[in-house]
């Protein structure tokens, strides 16, 4: 017999993964892990949801206290969209991966992915991870590179005036 499960589903966006449209929605993340969770009868303990933090950055607050939740043991479970939704620095990954859930008898699910730690994971996980941090990476080059562009031509790069100026109507 399986051992019951209590689920957190975790759910994460940052506003650079908007320019991907809705297949990336806390709103779109929710219904697919709600579903999952029903079907394969998870017990949901909470949603855990970190809108506008970086996958890089594990110092998000609700990350924190989902994992918060494991060290207290009200959590079993961690079922996210795909792995990029849990995070995409792959060293911290392989480590939650490999050692720390499995330390913690942590079952973690990547929907999307088809990833389950409980069938075992695939071989190509570490390499997924990687081209998730990759992509991040590229994202932030790609949109620092814009912005040097349009300072360069002398756009505006703020929604904002500077402090002491106006903002000019017609840019």
């Known amino acids: 017999m399986k051992q019951p499960y209590n689920t957190a589903l975790y759910m994460r966006l940052i506003r650079d993964d908007e320019s991907f449209g ?3 929605s806390i709103e779109t993340q929710r219904t697919i892990l709600r579903r999952f969770a029903r079907e394969n009868n998870l017990h949901v303990v909470d949603e855990y949801i970190d809108d506008r933090w970086s996958g890089t950055n594990f110092d998000r607050p609700n990350f924190q206290r989902m ?4 060290e ?3 959590v079993n479970c961690i079922a996210s969209k795909d792995l990029s939704r849990f995070g995409r620095e792959h060293i911290i990954m392989d480590y939650y991966l490999e050692f720390v859930f499995p330390e913690k008898g942590v079952r973690y699910i990547a929907v999307s992915d088809n990833e389950d730690t409980e069938k075992g994971l695939s071989d ?3 390499f997924k991870n990687l081209f ?3 992509a991040a990476k590229d994202t932030s080059r790609k949109v620092k590179n814009s912005f040097h562009a349009k300072f ?3 756009g505006r790069i703020f929604s904002y005036a500077l402090l002491g100026y106006k903002r000019d109507p017609e840019v």
């Open 67 to 70: 994992m918060a939740d494991v």
């Open 22 to 24: 809705d297949s990336v």
């Open 152 to 154: 360069l031509a002398g």
């Open 124 to 126: 190509f996980v570490p």
């Open 72 to 74: 207290a043991e009200k």
């Open 132 to 134: 998730n941090e990759w």
